[in-house]
Structures are given as structure tokens and as C-alpha cells.
């Protein structure tokens, strides 16, 4: 007689409010996926997070109401918080989890809490070098941290740290079509240079008229553009470029963003920690202009880690118009430039992050917690990066 089946652990991913948060959180949903989980992903109601998970299959899809805490909204973000921890509480009644993880964010803080109520183990990831502010505040009262940052292990006061990098989702590890094919299904020459202008999931107008201003510079140039802009910020940018008479694919979003990677000869790029897992994991160079209004300047740090490497070349968005131009003809012009670039791109990706979150969590369940000390580094990733726990 067959021994009864166990049943799947069920697992919910709080990881809504940018794709910053989402994408990764998607990428260790099918991990857990394909060591037999059940995953709930518990969203925002933003457009970004619901655009984003349209194409997901064979998970459950939840939008908790939340509100960021900004500009002193304290009233509004606590009554958002309240409204979410009692949505994820009755999700959790009717079906208790084993394990929740919140990507940061936050939307990320309620079902932790709820979580811990109905005696779930709970974790966090940090993408970030310096920890998001509901990250902080979540790390002492999780099971353990994942980061993607060394720097960020010794700034979150959890009971364990496993630094992991940052989860991408399977179609950035390496151009499943080749570079021509994706310029080619983009709309672009393969045989002449693409230059990808990208914001993050919602677009950057800093970023955008940083790059329009210096467009003029560049007319001679036989370059291609990829220029993704958000949605309030398409018309002026469709414009500038038509009226300069320069070759421009503008899109407000684009779900595809590995063909944008694969098809790009280089890139500017905001310096969210997620955007950067995916530019090392297409190994495209990059222009990097940090925003300056992240929490703690957090994208700056990130960005300087990146070019301390010789990974990627960082611009401040106050720069002239001169100085990117002259940044960008040095890196899509110059071969020699971009090789040793890409090479610095490879060390910072870390194909295995998904499945080491997904590994440690079920190992967690089965009461054998980071008892495998002994990680074994993805190749290429900097020494100073290799997966360890910190106790």
C-alpha cells in the first residue's frame, strides 16, 4: 500500500509595488513551482503589478491595498496597512501558509506580520545595498534575510543572512533568440547599433530629458534607439525624436525586456537593483543615472558597487549634455571599451539566487535551517559576493 501523498507546501510572495520587487519575486515563485509548491503572489493594485503578472499560470493572484509612506501621509499609510493586514489575514484563514516572503517594499510588511500570527516561517529579500525602510523594520522580526548585496547583510538585524544576489527570471540568463532576432522582432537593424534608454518599470522623466538633451549631440551617429518612457513621458519622447530624424522604437512599457537587453548594443539605465541583475545577466554595459531621490540614495550605492567592478559607467542626472554624449560614444563605439565591461557584468551575475531562496525555504520547513554551510559560489560572481550565510 502506497504511503499517503504529502501535501504541497503552500507559499506566499508578498512582492508588489514596483517590478523591482515583482520580477524577482516571480523568478523564486517558479523555483518553488518546480520543487512542488503551491505560490500565492500577493500584489499591489498598481498598473505596473498588474500588467506584470498577467502572463503568470498556475499561481494565485491577490491585490492587497496598500499605500507607501511618503511625504508624511501617516495617516493614510496606516489606515492602508491596517486595510492590507486584515485582507492577508483572512487569505491566510482560509488557506495557512508554510512560508512567507516579502521582496521588500510595501506592500511587504502586513502579510509578514499576518504570517507570524498564524505561525508561518517568514523571510525577507533585500536587492538593495542599503535595506528599504520596511525591509529594516521587517528584519528583526523575520526567520532570516536573502540579499543581493554584501554590504546590505550587515545593515539588516535578522537571526540569519544568506547573501544570494539578485533573483532574474530564466529568459534573461542568456538571449534565447540572438541578438539579431531580437532586434529584428523589435523592429530594429540588426547590423547597426542599439542604444536601450530605460527608467525601471514606470519610466523616468529625470532620465529622459537627460538623454533628450544630448540627443542633438549625437545626429550623426548611426545609432538605433530603444527608448522606454513611461507612460506620461511617450508623446514628448516620440516627438524628439521624430523631429531630429533619428531611428527610434518609443515604448511607454515593454512586458518583452529581454529582447530589449539582447537587442541593445548598450544601455541607460536607472541603477535599481533589479535592473542591474538583468543588465549582468544579458551582460549589456550600461550608462547608469541613479536617482537621486531613492530612499537613503540607495541607487547610487548600488551603482557605485557596479562601477568600482568596471561593470557599468555612472552618470549623475545633473550632468551636461556634453558629458553624455561623450560617456555614450565611448561605450557603444568603442568595442574595446564594452569587452572588459561585460566581462566585469558576468562576476556580478548570480544564476542560482531563485533557487537558493527556494532551497533554504523548504529547507526551513523541513526544520533543517541553513544547516548546508558549505554554498557553492555561481561562476563569475565577485568574491567579495560569495553566498554564505551570516549568522
Given at each position: 500500500?502506497?504511503p499517503p501523498a504529502?501535501?504541497?507546501?503552500?507559499?506566499?510572495?508578498?512582492?508588489?509595488?514596483?517590478g523591482?520587487h515583482?520580477?524577482?519575486?516571480?523568478?523564486?515563485?517558479?523555483?518553488?513551482?518546480?520543487?512542488?509548491?503551491?505560490v500565492a503572489?500577493?500584489?499591489?493594485?498598481?498598473?505596473?503589478?498588474?500588467?506584470?503578472?498577467?502572463?503568470v499560470?498556475g499561481?494565485?493572484?491577490?491585490?492587497?491595498?496598500?499605500?507607501?509612506?511618503?511625504?508624511?501621509?501617516?495617516?493614510s499609510?496606516?489606515?492602508?496597512?491596517?486595510?492590507?493586514?486584515?485582507?492577508a489575514?483572512?487569505?491566510?484563514?482560509?488557506?495557512s501558509?508554510?512560508?512567507?516572503?516579502?521582496?521588500?517594499?510595501?506592500?511587504?510588511?502586513?502579510p509578514v506580520?499576518?504570517a507570524?500570527?498564524?505561525?508561518?516561517?517568514t523571510?525577507?529579500?533585500?536587492?538593495?545595498?542599503?535595506?528599504?525602510?520596511?525591509n529594516?523594520r521587517?528584519?528583526?522580526?523575520?526567520?532570516?534575510?536573502?540579499?543581493?548585496?554584501?554590504?546590505?547583510?550587515a545593515?539588516?538585524?535578522?537571526?540569519?543572512?544568506?547573501?544570494?544576489?539578485?533573483?532574474?527570471?530564466?529568459q534573461?540568463?542568456q538571449?534565447?533568440?540572438?541578438?539579431?532576432q531580437?532586434?529584428?522582432?523589435?523592429?530594429?537593424?540588426?547590423?547597426?547599433?542599439?542604444?536601450?534608454?530605460?527608467?525601471?518599470?514606470?519610466?523616468?522623466?529625470?532620465?529622459?530629458?537627460?538623454?533628450?538633451?544630448?540627443?542633438?549631440?549625437?545626429?550623426?551617429?548611426?545609432?538605433?534607439?530603444?527608448h522606454?518612457t513611461?507612460?506620461?513621458?511617450?508623446?514628448?519622447?516620440?516627438?524628439?525624436?521624430?523631429?531630429?530624424?533619428?531611428?527610434?522604437?518609443?515604448?511607454?512599457?515593454?512586458?518583452?525586456?529581454?529582447?530589449?537587453l539582447?537587442?541593445?548594443?548598450?544601455?541607460?539605465?536607472?541603477?535599481?537593483?533589479s535592473?542591474?541583475?538583468?543588465?549582468a545577466?544579458?551582460?549589456?554595459?550600461?550608462?547608469?543615472?541613479?536617482?537621486?531621490t531613492?530612499?537613503d540614495?540607495?541607487?547610487?550605492?548600488?551603482?557605485?558597487?557596479?562601477?568600482?567592478?568596471?561593470?557599468?559607467?555612472?552618470?549623475?542626472?545633473?550632468?551636461?549634455p556634453?558629458r553624455?554624449?561623450?560617456?555614450?560614444?565611448?561605450?557603444?563605439?568603442?568595442?574595446?571599451?564594452?569587452?572588459?565591461?561585460?566581462?566585469?557584468?558576468?562576476?556580478?551575475?548570480?544564476?542560482?539566487?531563485?533557487?537558493?531562496?527556494?532551497e533554504?525555504?523548504l529547507s526551513?520547513?523541513?526544520?533543517?535551517?541553513?544547516?548546508?554551510?558549505?554554498?557553492?559560489?555561481?561562476?563569475?560572481?565577485?568574491?567579495?559576493?560569495?553566498?554564505?550565510?551570516?549568522?
Amino acid at each position: 500500500m502506497n504511503p499517503p501523498a504529502q501535501p504541497k507546501p503552500f507559499i506566499a510572495i508578498a512582492c508588489g509595488g514596483t517590478g523591482g520587487h515583482l520580477f524577482p519575486g516571480l523568478a523564486v515563485a517558479r523555483q518553488l513551482q518546480e520543487r512542488g509548491s503551491d505560490v500565492a503572489l500577493l500584489i499591489s493594485p498598481k498598473e505596473v503589478d498588474q500588467q506584470a503578472v498577467q502572463p503568470v499560470v498556475g499561481m494565485e493572484i491577490f491585490t492587497l491595498p496598500a499605500v507607501g509612506l511618503q511625504n508624511g501621509n501617516y495617516f493614510s499609510f496606516a489606515k492602508s496597512f491596517w486595510h492590507s493586514f486584515g485582507a492577508a489575514q483572512k487569505l491566510f484563514q482560509r488557506r495557512s501558509p508554510a512560508a512567507v516572503l516579502a521582496m521588500g517594499g510595501f506592500t511587504s510588511a502586513p502579510p509578514v506580520f499576518a504570517a507570524k500570527l498564524s505561525g508561518a516561517k517568514t523571510f525577507l529579500h533585500e536587492s538593495n545595498t542599503i535595506p528599504g525602510r520596511a525591509n529594516r523594520r521587517l528584519a528583526r522580526f523575520v526567520d532570516a534575510a536573502f540579499v543581493g548585496f554584501p554590504e546590505a547583510a550587515a545593515r539588516l538585524k535578522t537571526k540569519k543572512t544568506l547573501i544570494t544576489g539578485t533573483p532574474v527570471r530564466p529568459q534573461f540568463f542568456q538571449s534565447a533568440i540572438g541578438n539579431r532576432q531580437s532586434a529584428m522582432a523589435l523592429g530594429l537593424d540588426p547590423n547597426s547599433p542599439i542604444v536601450l534608454v530605460v527608467g525601471g518599470s514606470q519610466g523616468a522623466r529625470g532620465l529622459n530629458d537627460l538623454v533628450l538633451s544630448a540627443l542633438p549631440l549625437l545626429t550623426q551617429k548611426n545609432w538605433q534607439w530603444l527608448h522606454l518612457t513611461g507612460a506620461n513621458d511617450f508623446e514628448k519622447v516620440q516627438s524628439a525624436y521624430a523631429k531630429l530624424g533619428l531611428k527610434a522604437v518609443v515604448k511607454p512599457f515593454l512586458a518583452e525586456m529581454d529582447l530589449a537587453l539582447g537587442a541593445a548594443t548598450a544601455g541607460v539605465s536607472r541603477a535599481g537593483a533589479s535592473s542591474l541583475a538583468e543588465l549582468a545577466a544579458m551582460r549589456l554595459p550600461a550608462l547608469l543615472v541613479p536617482l537621486s531621490t531613492a530612499a537613503d540614495n540607495h541607487q547610487f550605492f548600488n551603482a557605485l558597487a557596479f562601477e568600482k567592478t568596471g561593470a557599468a559607467k555612472m552618470l549623475e542626472q545633473t550632468s551636461s549634455p556634453e558629458r553624455v554624449a561623450a560617456l555614450l560614444a565611448e561605450i557603444v563605439g568603442n568595442g574595446t571599451v564594452r569587452q572588459p565591461m561585460q566581462v566585469a557584468l558576468a562576476r556580478w551575475h548570480a544564476p542560482s539566487a531563485a533557487g537558493q531562496i527556494a532551497e533554504n525555504i523548504l529547507s526551513a520547513l523541513g526544520q533543517n535551517f541553513f544547516t548546508a554551510r558549505k554554498v557553492v559560489r555561481p561562476a563569475g560572481v565577485p568574491g567579495e559576493m560569495s553566498l554564505k550565510v551570516v549568522a
